[in-house]
């Protein structure tokens, strides 16, 4: 058999990542029957989380259910794993990490499980469709999620928008959640502020003391958004003492920042050809996956 030399690519699909295996049909009961048949049963000891699993949270109430039913029914679905390149003799999930944690609080010895031979690229990319595609993410988690999928794969807005069924605008936005600071981050993750009062908050010069005003006076997010444009800086004198950029510029600006994730400001010499372009980025993680993009 001749060796495949291209990766698999997003929007094949997760089940032509598992191998065929059809995820949005796995809870029928023909293929339960089928899975159950051809399942191989692990020692839970010997099954590991992956280290680049993009989610972080799991709500303890989801677990609890999924902790009682597995007591009731044991675990009906399948994890998926590949043999573990950090444990020897070990296995690493792909999906299904929550049955994994479940299984573990109700006691079990072992699980079952379906093995897939799949190198790192793969795994993390799996992990991250299927968590986008399946899991509820917060805000944030799926954020992360799209510029992981754009930093180590090179996936364009575009492609993923198409490949996910989602729309351009929505991933753009979700991208623009990562310019806040980690205060803001952490109150959309824990659910004090919702993804559209963060959204309001992205151009604000102090989104942390915004964010906790929003909170402490349970502010709608019509209201945020009032807020957040009355506390913009007057920039009437800015725009004598300095000419309004031209549309083209701006939408230059626009689209690299909505590439990249980061805010991109372009300061054009008027009549000129030279200029300066600025990248701000608000942590270092978001410096490390600049240069790596950069450097390819």
Not at 98 to 107: G, I, L, T
Not at 111 to 135: C, F, G, H, K, S
Not at 151 to 178: C, P, V, W, Y
Not at 197 to 203: D, E, F, Q, W
Request: hydrophobic share 40%; net charge positive; aromatic share 2%.
């Amino acid at each position: 058999m001749a060796k495949k030399t291209e990766r698999k690519s997003l929007g094949r699909g997760l089940s032509a990542l598992l191998a065929d295996v059809n995820m949005d049909e796995m809870h029928s009961p023909q293929t339960m029957a089928a899975l159950r048949s051809s399942d191989t049963e692990l020692p839970i000891d010997k099954v590991f989380a992956n280290p680049n699993q993009p989610r972080r949270r799991f709500v303890e109430k989801d677990l609890e259910d999924l902790t009682a039913s597995i007591v009731e029914k044991g675990v009906i679905q399948p994890l998926i794993v590949r043999p573990d390149p950090n444990h020897k003799g070990g296995y690493q999930i792909v999906a299904g990490e929550r049955r994994w944690r479940a299984a573990q609080r109700a006691k079990l010895h072992s699980v079952p499980v379906l093995i897939r031979d799949l190198t790192d690229t793969e795994v993390l990319e799996l992990a991250i469709i299927e968590n986008i595609q399946r899991a509820d993410l917060n805000a944030v988690e799926e954020a992360m999620g799209y510029r992981q999928l754009m930093d180590k794969f090179g996936h364009t807005q575009e492609k993923m928008a198409k490949a996910l069924g989602k729309s351009r605008s929505h991933i753009a936005n979700l991208l623009r959640l990562l310019n806040l600071p980690p205060e803001v981050q952490e109150y959309l993750q824990n659910g004090q502020i919702s993804a559209g009062h963060a959204r309001a908050l992205v151009p604000a010069i102090d989104p942390a003391a915004l964010a906790r005003e929003i909170i402490s006076k349970g502010l709608s997010v019509r209201q945020a958004e009032v807020l957040a444009k009355a506390k913009k800086p007057n920039t009437a004198k800015k725009r004598r003492l300095k000419p309004t950029k031209d549309a083209d510029t701006r939408a230059i600006e626009n689209d690299l920042t909505a590439h990249l994730g980061v805010r991109v400001i372009i300061d054009h010499k008027a009549g000129g050809q030279s200029g300066e372009l600025r990248i701000k980025y608000t942590d270092l993680e978001q410096l490390d996956g600049l240069c790596r993009l950069l450097s390819q």
